[in-house]
C-alpha cells in the first residue's frame, strides 16, 4: 500500500534524481551520457508524475549498477513542466525545457512528457535538434499523426516515440470487446473533457457506429463537479445497457461511486485512465466492483517471473507498487538503454543522432510490456489491448492493482 | 527604495527625468545584447516567457491598478487572443474552397489546400496582422463582458469576471468544431519575416528558436510599457484613478463612468489579447488549459507584488515571480539538499521547494496586503519636499493673487438656475418636498437649514447624484435625467460637504480631473501624443498651475503632494480649484468653510466674493451667518425638505419660522418673551 | 422510467445538490452580510473541513465504505463528527479574522478580498502538501435505506443532506433574529460605528460571524463527505464558486437569499446535465447570475440600490 508517507519517500527518491547519478559500480573511465526526463512534478499530477518517473529511475539505476553497458553511465536529468502559474502541467514550461535539452549536446536523448499537451509543444523544437523522446503515457494520435508531420516534426524524422499506444486503438477494442465478448446492445458515452478523454471517447464512437452498438447518447462531464447525479439519472432513464468512460481517474472515480449506486446493474467500462490504484483507493469496494478497464499493453500475468521480479525491486526501492505507466516508463528507459547498448556494441559513436536512429531500429522481443518496436511516426508496433475487470477479492490487499484487477483477455482487434 | 537611493547619489546632479531615461536604456541594452552572451536557448525562452506574464501583468495593473475594477477572469482575453491567432493558422476550420476566397487568397490570409477530398480553405493570418487585430478583438471582448458587469459594485464584479474566467476556457474546450477541444489546435503557424526582394533579403521563419521571440517579446513589453505611463499621465488615465478612488466624484466631476470603465476593461483586455497572439505563436499549441484561473489569479499576484497602478511596479512583480519559480527555488531546493547531504539530514534532502510555489503565492499575497499595500514600487512618486524658502513663506491672508491668468465670467443676464417643484423620494422617505428655487446669474444665492433639511440633497439633486422629480433648467436647459458628468459639462460644477477629493493623487493631477470634460484626448491622442494632444495638455497643466496660483503660496509649491496629506484649509481649496477647473458657469459650494478658523473663513469668503465678483454665479451652503450674511444676495431656507423662508439675510435672520426650525420652539418662546419684554421697556 | 419519475428524479437531484450549496452559501452571506467582503477563502476552509472530517471519522475506525452503522453508533458518531470538524473549521476562521482580516478592517478598496485569496493558496497548499493530490475515500457508514417512487429514488442520505441543512439554517435565523450577540450582528452588518456606540462589541461580533460561517463550511465539507463519499483537494473551487454564486444570485448578505439560490443553481445544473450536458453547466449558471444582476443587480432577494458611497 502507497501510504502518504511512502508516497513522500517516492518523492524523495525522484527528488534526489535532480543531480542524480549512480555511482556504485561505475568505473572511474566511463563515459557519462545524459537523459532527460520531463513530469509534471508541479501541481495537479504530482503524485502520479512521481510514480511514472521512478521506472525510469529504477531501470538507470539498475543499468548503471551491473554496468549493463560497458563504459557507460547513464546521468538522468529531472525537467519539471508543471508550473504554479498552471497549476499543473504548462506547455509553455515544456516548451522551455524541451529547448533546454536541446540545447544541451549531453543529452542523447529524453522520456516524457506524461501529457499530449506538453508533447505538441515539444515534439516540433525536440524535431529540429534531432532529439528523441518517448513518452510513457501522452496518447493522442495527432502528435504522430503523419498528416501533422509539417507541425510536429518539421525535420522529417520520428522524434516522438511513445512506449503506450494511442487513443485510436483502445477505444475501438473495447468497443469490440463490449459489443462481441460481453454481447451489450446499447451504450451510453461519458468523457471527462479532457483531451485524453475525450480522445478516447470519441474513437470509441466511432466504432460503436461501424459494429452496430447502438450508442445512446455522449456527454461530457466536468472533472471538477462533485455530482454526476443528474448524467446518471438520465441514462438510467434511457435502459443503456453499457456505460463507457473516456477519461481519467479524476472524474472517473466520483463516477464510479455514483453509477454504483444509480446504474448497479450497467456494464461499466473504461480505459487505461481508470487502470490504476486510484480506482481502488479513490472509488472503493464496493464501487470500483464490476469496471472493465483496457490497457494499451499486452497482460503478463502474475506468474510471469520477470514481472515479479520487477514489482520487487521496485517495492524495495520506493516502497510501493508500480502502476501501467510506470512500467511503461520504465519500458521506455529500457529501449533507450539497449539502444545505447548496441550502439555501443557496434562500437558506435553515442549521441542524439545516433540513438534517435537506434530507436527507430530497436527490437525488445520481451519486454515488461511485450515486444517493442516503433513504426516510422513513432507509434508502437505492437497495438495489443488487455482488458481487466475489478474482481473483489477480499483476501488480498484491497488498493493493490495486481489482485483487485482480474485479467479478463486480449479485446479483439477491429 | 534604499538601494536605489544608494545606487543614485553619484548622478545626484542628474535631473531624476534624466537618470530614469538613463536607466531604462540601460536596462533595454541589458536585456538586448543578453542573447549573444548565453549558448542555451531555454534561457532566453525563459525570459521569453517571463515577458509575456509581463506584458499580461501591465494589462491587468490597466484593469486592476488604474481604474479599480478587480478582475479575477483576466486569462479569458488571453485565451481569446491566443485562440484567434490559432484558429485563424491552424488546420482546424477548413470551409470548402470556392471562388470567392480568392480575393483574400491574394493578399495570403488565406490558402487553398487539398487533404484528399475536395479543395478546402485552411486560413494563414500573418503573426503581424494578428498583433493589433487580435488585440482589437480581445479588446471587443472587453467591452463584451465588461458591459452587464459595470452597473455591479466592486465585489460582485469580482464574481462575475471570475465567471467569465471560467466560461472561457469551458467554451474553448467544448466548441469542438472550431477549437479541436481538448486536444487543443495543432499547426498554428510560428510567424515569419517576408521576403523583401529589392533589398535581397530571403525571408526569415521564426520556427522554434526562442531568439526571435525574445526580441519580439521584448518590443511587445517597451510597447505596453510606453502605453502605459502614456495613458497614465493622461486625461485618460487621470479619469481611471478618480474612478478607482472616489467612483461619485469622479462622475461629479465630468467623467463619464460607463465609458471609461468599458475603455479600462477594453484597452487591459487588447493588451491580454496582443500577448495571447504572441504567446500561442511561440507555442505553437493552444489548449484550454492554458488559461484557467490560475493564470488569472497569478496575474493578481504579479500586480500585487509589484504595486497595483505601478508600471514598473507590476513588470518587476511579473519578473520576480518567474524569477522565483524558474530560478530561486530550484536554486535554493539544491542548496538545501546539498546541506541535508553533509549533515546527513534525510528531511533536508527530501526538501523540494518548487512544490511550495503556489504555497509562497499565498504568502507573499498575504504579507503584501498586511505590510505593503502599495507594493514593491508604489505607483505613487515619493513627495518632493518644500525647500526652505516655500517653508517659511509668510502664508498671507488674502484675495486671489494674479487674478489677470483666469479668464474672466461673463454671467450673462436672466436666471442661471430654475428649480421648480423638486422632489426627492427615498423610499419612503420625501428628502425634499416641491423645493422651488431661483437662482439670477451673477448673484450669490445662500442655502440654509438645520441638519438633515435636505440642503445637500438638494446639491445632489442638481448635479445628478440623486433621481428628482421636477425640473431644474439651467441656462434654459433641463438637467434632471442627465448623469453627473453631463451636469458638469453644462457648466454646474460642485463641491461636497465631505471633502471628495482623490486622496491618493497629487494637488495638480485633482485639479486636472477637473478639466476632464473639457478636454479631449482620447486612447490614440493619449499614446502617441499628436501635436494637438500635446499643446492641449500643456494647456490643461497651464491653466491647473493657474487655479492653484490664485491661493497664492498656499498651494502652489504643494502641486505636486498627494491631497491626502495636506492640511483641512487646503483640501478645501484644492476642491474648490477642481470645480474651478471644468470652468463652470454656476459653482455649487457645499459649506465650504466648514471646519476652517475664523482667518481662514474669512479668508475664504473674501475669495468666493472674489469669484462672485470676477462674474462667477454662486449658490452656497453654509452654517455660518458672517459668510452669508457677507456674500449671499438672497438667503433660502429649508426645513424637513421644504422652503420656510426666503429674502435677504437679515430677513431670514428674524423670520420666526427659520428660529423655530433652528432653535426649537421652546428657544423660539423664551426669545419671543425677550422681544416683548424689550418692547414693554422700550414703550415703558 | 416514465417522463414523470424522471423529472421527479432530476428535481431530488437537483434539490440535493441545492442543499449542499446553499449551506455552502450562508457562510459567504453571512460574512459578506456583516463585513461586505468577499471571503475566498471560504472555498477552502470547506475543503480543510472536509479533510478534518474525514480525519476524525477514521479515528473512530471509519474507513472506506465498508463499516455501516444504524442506530445510536450512526448517531453518536455523525454528531461528534460535527461537533468537532464545525469547532476546528471555526476556530480557522476565527483565526483567520483574529490575525489577518482585523488589521485590514479600517482599510478601504480590495485588499481585504485579495488577501483572503492568498489565505485560500495557503490553506489548499497545507492539504496538497501535507495530504496529496489524490481522492481519497471517505467514509461512510449510513445505511442504504431508500424510499422509491416508481423508478425514482430517495435516499436516506438524501433525506439526511435537507434535514440538517434545514436544522443548521433555522438554527441560524433564530440565532440572528432573536438572541442578544444575534441582534449584535445585525446592529453591526447596518452601521458598524452605530453599533459599536449602542455598546454592540463590534469586534467580538465579526469574530463570531467568522466562527459560525467557518463552522457552517466544515459542516458543509463533512455533509459533502458522507454525500459524494470522496474528499480531494481541489473540491473547493468548484463548489465554492457554485456556492457563491448562488450566495449572489438570491442576495448576498441575506439568508433566505442564499437558500434560494443555491436550490436554483442545484436546480439549473441537473437540468442543464439532463438537457444540455454537465460541461455546460457553468456556462449556464454565470450567464444567468449576470442576466439576474444586470436586471436586478442586488439579486433575487437582496437589499435594493447597494451602492457603497
Not at chain 1, 523522446?133 to 501533422?148: C, E, Q, V
Not at chain 1, 473533457?193 to 450508442?215: H, M, P, T, W
Not at chain 2, 469576471?161 to 471560467?166: D, N, V
Not at chain 2, 531568439?211 to 499621465?233: N, Q, W
Amino acid at each position: 500500500m502507497i501510504s502518504r508517507r511512502s508516497a513522500f519517500k517516492a518523492a524523495a527518491g525522484i527528488a534526489a534524481a535532480g543531480t542524480f547519478a549512480v555511482t556504485e559500480g561505475a568505473q572511474a573511465a566511463d563515459k557519462t551520457v545524459k537523459v532527460a526526463m520531463n513530469l509534471s512534478l508541479t501541481g495537479a499530477d504530482s503524485e502520479s508524475a512521481i510514480r511514472v518517473g521512478n521506472g525510469a529511475i529504477l531501470a538507470f539505476e539498475d543499468a548503471n549498477k551491473y554496468g549493463e553497458v560497458p563504459g557507460i553511465k547513464f546521468d538522468l536529468v529531472k525537467f519539471d513542466d508543471g508550473t504554479a502559474t498552471a497549476g499543473q502541467y504548462d506547455p509553455a514550461q515544456a516548451a522551455t525545457n524541451a529547448r533546454k535539452m536541446v540545447s544541451d549536446k549531453g543529452f542523447i536523448a529524453a522520456l516524457g512528457p506524461q501529457m499530449s499537451g506538453a508533447g505538441k509543444a515539444m515534439s516540433p523544437i525536440l524535431s529540429e535538434g534531432n532529439l528523441a523522446i518517448i513518452t510513457p503515457s501522452s496518447t493522442n494520435p495527432d502528435i504522430t499523426d503523419p498528416k501533422f508531420a509539417a507541425q510536429y516534426r518539421p525535420k522529417g524524422k520520428a522524434v516522438y516515440f511513445r512506449t503506450v499506444t494511442t487513443d485510436a486503438y483502445q477505444g475501438p477494442n473495447m468497443a469490440n470487446f463490449l459489443a462481441k465478448t460481453v454481447g451489450i446492445k446499447s451504450v451510453y458515452i461519458l468523457d471527462d473533457s479532457g483531451a485524453y478523454g475525450v480522445g478516447i471517447a470519441d474513437s470509441f464512437q466511432k466504432r460503436c457506429g461501424e459494429l452496430g452498438l447502438n450508442v445512446l447518447g455522449r456527454d461530457r462531464l466536468d472533472p471538477k463537479a462533485a455530482d454526476y447525479s443528474a448524467v446518471l439519472t438520465k441514462i438510467k432513464s434511457l435502459n443503456a445497457d453499457g456505460l463507457y468512460y473516456g477519461g481519467v481517474a479524476q472524474a472517473g472515480v466520483k463516477l464510479a461511486k455514483q453509477v454504483a449506486e444509480i446504474l448497479p446493474k450497467i456494464v461499466r467500462a473504461g480505459g487505461d485512465g481508470i487502470y490504476g490504484v486510484e480506482l481502488l483507493k479513490g472509488a472503493g469496494f464496493p464501487a470500483a466492483d464490476g469496471w472493465y478497464a483496457s490497457n494499451a499493453s499486452p497482460h503478463k500475468d502474475d506468474g510471469d517471473k520477470k514481472m515479479k521480479e520487477f514489482s520487487d525491486r521496485f517495492n524495495a526501492r520506493f516502497k510501493g507498487s508500480p502502476d501501467d505507466y510506470t512500467l511503461t516508463m520504465y519500458v521506455a528507459a529500457r529501449a533507450i538503454i539497449e539502444t545505447v547498448k548496441v550502439l555501443q556494441a557496434g562500437g558506435k559513436p553515442i549521441n542524439r543522432d545516433t540513438v534517435r536512429d537506434g530507436l527507430q531500429a530497436i527490437r525488445m522481443a520481451n519486454s515488461l510490456i511485450g515486444p517493442v518496436e516503433f513504426d516510422e511516426n513513432g507509434d508502437l508496433k505492437n497495438k495489443v489491448i488487455s482488458v481487466f475487470q475489478v474482481k473483489k477479492d477480499a483476501s488480498k490487499p484491497l488498493d493493490n492493482m495486481d489482485d483487485q484487477f482480474a485479467y479478463i483477455g486480449v479485446a479483439p482487434m477491429s | 527604495m534604499a538601494v536605489t537611493d544608494i545606487l543614485a547619489r553619484p548622478f545626484a546632479s542628474w535631473s531624476q527625468q534624466k537618470r530614469q531615461g538613463w536607466a531604462t536604456i540601460l536596462v533595454a541594452v541589458a536585456f538586448a545584447i543578453y542573447p549573444f552572451l548565453t549558448d542555451d536557448d531555454s534561457n532566453i525562452d525563459t525570459i521569453a516567457n517571463a515577458m509575456s506574464y509581463a506584458t499580461l501583468a501591465l494589462g491587468l495593473n490597466i484593469v486592476v491598478g488604474f481604474a479599480g475594477l478587480l478582475d479575477l477572469g483576466y486569462a479569458a482575453f488571453f485565451a481569446i487572443g491566443a485562440y484567434y491567432y490559432g484558429i485563424f493558422t491552424a488546420y482546424q476550420v477548413m470551409p470548402p474552397w470556392s471562388s470567392g476566397w480568392e480575393p483574400l487568397a491574394a493578399v495570403g490570409l488565406v490558402e487553398k489546400i487539398n487533404q484528399g477530398g475536395g479543395d478546402l480553405v485552411h486560413f494563414t493570418l500573418s503573426f503581424w496582422l494578428a498583433l493589433p487585430t487580435g488585440a482589437l478583438v480581445a479588446g471587443l471582448f472587453g467591452v463584451l463582458f465588461g458591459a452587464p458587469t459595470l452597473r455591479l459594485r466592486g465585489d460582485y464584479l469580482a464574481i462575475v469576471t471570475l465567471g467569465f474566467g471560467e466560461i472561457v476556457p469551458i467554451v474553448a474546450r467544448n466548441a469542438d468544431s472550431i477549437t479541436n477541444g481538448a486536444a487543443g489546435l495543432n499547426g498554428v503557424k510560428g510567424p515569419a519575416l517576408p521576403a523583401i526582394k529589392a533589398l535581397g533579403f530571403e525571408g526569415y521563419s521564426f520556427g522554434v528558436n526562442a531568439t526571435p521571440y525574445y526580441y519580439v517579446g521584448m518590443v511587445l513589453v517597451a510597447i505596453l510599457i510606453f502605453s502605459s505611463i502614456r495613458l497614465r499621465d493622461s486625461r485618460i488615465g487621470r479619469a481611471w484613478m478618480a474612478i478607482r478612488e472616489d467612483e461619485t466624484a469622479a462622475s461629479a466631476m465630468g467623467i463619464n463612468l460607463r465609458n471609461f470603465k468599458l475603455l479600462a476593461f477594453a484597452i487591459g483586455a487588447s493588451f491580454s489579447g496582443f500577448t495571447g497572439v504572441y504567446f500561442v505563436s511561440k507555442l505553437q499549441v493552444a489548449t484550454p488549459e492554458m488559461f484557467n484561473f490560475s493564470v488569472s489569479s497569478m496575474l493578481i499576484v504579479m500586480v500585487v507584488l509589484g504595486g497595483m497602478g505601478s508600471v514598473w511596479g507590476v513588470v518587476v512583480g511579473a519578473a520576480l515571480l518567474q524569477l522565483l519559480q524558474t530560478w530561486i527555488l530550484p536554486r535554493s531546493t539544491d542548496v538545501i539538499r546539498a546541506i541535508g547531504e553533509s549533515v546527513g539530514s534525510d528531511f533536508l534532502m527530501a526538501a523540494d521547494l518548487v512544490q511550495w510555489t503556489q504555497m509562497f503565492f499565498g504568502i507573499i499575497i498575504v504579507v503584501m496586503m498586511l505590510f505593503r499595500r502599495e507594493g514593491l514600487i508604489p505607483a505613487t512618486r515619493a513627495q518632493p519636499k518644500l525647500d526652505l524658502e516655500e517653508q517659511q513663506a509668510d502664508v498671507k491672508r488674502g484675495g486671489f493673487v494674479n487674478v489677470d491668468r483666469i479668464e474672466k465670467w461673463n454671467p450673462g443676464t436672466g436666471n442661471a438656475l430654475e428649480i421648480k417643484d423638486v422632489t426627492v423620494r427615498f423610499g419612503g422617505l420625501v428628502a425634499l418636498n416641491k423645493v422651488s428655487l431661483t437662482i439670477p446669474a451673477g448673484g450669490v444665492i445662500a442655502v440654509i437649514g438645520p441638519n438633515g433639511s435636505g440642503k445637500s440633497t438638494l446639491f445632489n439633486a442638481i448635479t445628478g447624484l440623486v433621481p428628482s422629480e421636477g425640473s431644474i433648467k439651467f441656462e434654459g436647459h433641463e438637467l434632471i435625467g442627465l448623469r453627473p458628468d453631463e451636469v458638469l459639462a453644462a457648466g454646474v460644477a460642485r463641491t461636497f460637504q465631505n471633502i471628495r477629493l482623490f486622496p491618493k493623487l497629487t494637488v495638480l493631477e485633482n485639479v486636472l480631473i477637473g478639466q476632464h470634460c473639457r478636454l479631449k484626448t482620447l486612447p490614440f491622442g493619449a499614446i502617441f501624443r499628436p501635436p494637438a494632444a500635446r499643446a492641449e495638455e500643456q494647456g490643461a497643466l497651464r491653466k491647473a498651475l493657474d487655479i492653484l496660483g490664485l491661493f497664492g503660496n498656499r498651494l502652489s509649491p504643494r502641486a505636486n503632494h498627494t491631497v491626502a496629506g495636506l492640511s483641512y484649509a487646503n483640501r478645501r481649496r484644492v476642491e474648490i480649484s477642481r470645480a474651478l477647473a471644468s470652468r463652470p458657469r454656476i459653482l455649487l459650494l457645499d459649506e465650504p468653510t466648514a471646519g476652517m478658523n475664523p482667518n481662514e473663513t474669512l479668508e475664504l469668503a473674501e475669495q468666493i466674493g472674489e469669484l462672485n465678483a470676477m462674474g462667477l454665479t454662486i449658490l452656497i451652503i453654509e452654517h455660518k451667518l458672517d459668510v452669508v450674511t457677507r456674500l449671499a444676495n438672497r438667503v433660502t431656507v429649508l426645513d424637513h425638505g421644504d422652503v420656510i423662508a426666503e429674502g435677504t439675510a437679515d430677513e431670514v435672520q428674524r423670520n420666526e419660522e427659520v428660529l423655530t426650525a433652528y432653535l426649537g420652539r421652546a428657544h423660539r418662546a423664551k426669545i419671543e418673551a425677550q422681544d416683548a419684554a424689550a418692547k414693554e421697556n422700550a414703550n415703558g | 422510467m416514465t417522463t414523470g419519475e424522471l423529472f421527479l428524479q432530476q428535481l431530488i437531484n437537483g434539490l440535493n445538490l441545492g442543499a449542499m450549496y446553499s449551506l455552502l452559501a450562508l457562510g459567504f452571506t453571512l460574512v459578506y452580510g456583516i463585513m461586505e467582503l468577499i471571503n475566498f477563502s471560504h472555498f477552502n476552509v470547506f475543503m480543510v473541513g472536509a479533510f478534518i472530517a474525514l480525519g476524525v471519522l477514521r479515528l473512530m475506525g471509519l474507513d472506506g465504505q465498508i463499516v455501516i452503522l444504524t442506530g445510536l453508533p450512526l448517531v453518536v458518531v455523525i454528531l461528534v463528527a460535527f461537533v468537532v470538524t464545525m469547532f476546528s473549521t471555526g476556530m480557522i476562521g476565527v483565526g483567520i479574522e483574529r490575525l489577518l482580516l482585523r488589521p485590514l478592517r479600517a482599510v478601504t478598496g480590495p485588499a481585504a478580498m485579495i488577501l483572503t485569496i492568498g489565505v485560500s493558496y495557503i490553506l489548499f497548499n497545507i492539504i496538497l502538501i501535507g495530504v496529496g493530490g489524490d481522492t481519497r475515500n471517505f467514509a461512510n457508514p449510513l445505511p442504504s435505506v431508500s424510499w422509491h417512487f416508481g423508478e425514482a429514488t430517495l435516499r436516506l442520505r438524501d433525506v439526511l443532506i435537507w434535514g440538517i441543512t434545514i436544522v443548521l439554517m433555522l438554527g441560524l435565523t433564530y440565532f440572528v433574529q432573536f438572541t442578544k450577540l444575534g441582534k449584535g450582528m445585525r446592529a453591526t452588518a447596518q452601521d458598524p460605528e452605530a453599533a459599536r456606540m449602542m455598546g454592540v462589541e463590534v469586534d467580538n461580533v465579526v469574530g463570531l460571524s467568522f466562527f459560525i460561517g467557518s463552522a457552517l463550511a466544515g459542516a458543509s465539507g463533512l455533509i459533502f463527505g458522507l454525500y459524494y463519499n470522496y474528499a480531494k483537494v481541489d473540491m473547493g473551487f468548484s463548489a465554492g464558486l457554485r456556492a457563491f454564486t448562488a450566495a449572489v444570485l438570491g442576495g448576498i448578505g441575506n439568508v433566505p437569499g442564499a437558500m434560494l439560490g443555491g436550490v436554483l443553481i442545484g436546480l439549473i445544473e441537473a437540468g442543464s446535465s439532463q438537457l444540455i450536458g454537465q460541461a455546460w453547466a457553468d456556462v449556464i449558471i454565470f450567464s444567468i447570475l449576470v442576466i439576474v444582476l444586470v436586471f436586478r443587480p442586488a439579486g433575487l432577494l437582496g437589499r435594493q440600490a447597494p451602492n457603497k458611497s
